[in-house]
């Protein structure tokens, strides 16, 4: 039996992937949780099989689960999910230690897959992205992005969604230094001067919505 943790701050989504899981037999989530904060905790008192995250959440996202669940045990297997498809962010969630990668767009029989393949010890993109990502990508944008740490990947994302130092501060548990000093290292490794090319960046790399922020 594949012991799962399901990660989403949609109930509705929860729901629905823990139904899909469970609906061969051979995979059972033991928990779920709305939060990275929560799910971190979960993982902790459940130490699941495998881990399955969404990306992009209202508060800490999926990277920043990810970079913790690894840092505690780098053994651990994490399954991100997004509405986003963007190869930059896909190559990045891969080198930060992600065993895979599934769209929601994706047919829903691929998370299953994901899963067993996470729990096997592969790692699998669901069948809309290209198996290119496992690559290394010839394209200078994308090789600076894949530059940044799981945490610098974590705190751009919170800027470009409009959030202040000080919240990402607050929401990462960091000194407001601290934040500061990686705000100026994700310019200096993305090769641009301003928030706004920060933000513009972001949303043509689907970190974030496209939408008016």
């Avoid at 891969?94 to 767009?105: I, Q, S, Y």
């Avoid at 000093?181 to 972001?202: C, F, G, P, R, S």
Wanted: glycine share 6%.
């Amino acid at each position: 039996m594949i012991r799962v943790l399901l990660v989403d701050d949609h109930p509705i989504v929860r729901a629905g992937y823990a139904r899909l899981l469970m609906q061969d037999g051979d995979i059972k989530v033991v928990a779920d949780a709305a939060s990275a904060e929560s799910g971190y905790t979960a993982f902790l008192d459940h130490t699941p099989d495998v881990t399955v995250s969404d990306m992009a959440m209202g508060g800490v996202g999926g990277l920043e689960l990810l970079r913790k669940i690894k840092q505690r045990n780098a053994q651990a297997k994490v399954l991100l999910c997004s509405m986003y498809d963007s190869d930059s962010v896909v190559r990045a969630a891969l080198e930060g230690g992600a065993m895979g990668f599934v769209t929601k767009n994706a047919p829903p029989e691929n998370l299953c897959h994901a899963v067993r393949e996470a729990y096997a010890g592969r790692r699998y993109l669901s069948e809309d992205l290209s198996p290119d990502l496992m690559r290394s990508s010839p394209n200078e944008e994308a090789e600076r992005i894949a530059q940044l740490s799981l945490r610098e990947l974590e705190i751009w994302r919170l800027l470009a969604m409009g959030k202040s130092n000080a919240q990402c501060a607050q929401l990462l548990n960091l000194s407001l230094k601290t934040v500061a000093n990686n705000q100026t290292q994700i310019k200096e490794k993305l090769a641009i001067t301003n928030t706004a090319a920060l933000v513009h960046l972001a949303q043509r790399h689907q970190l974030i919505d496209a939408s008016p922020l």
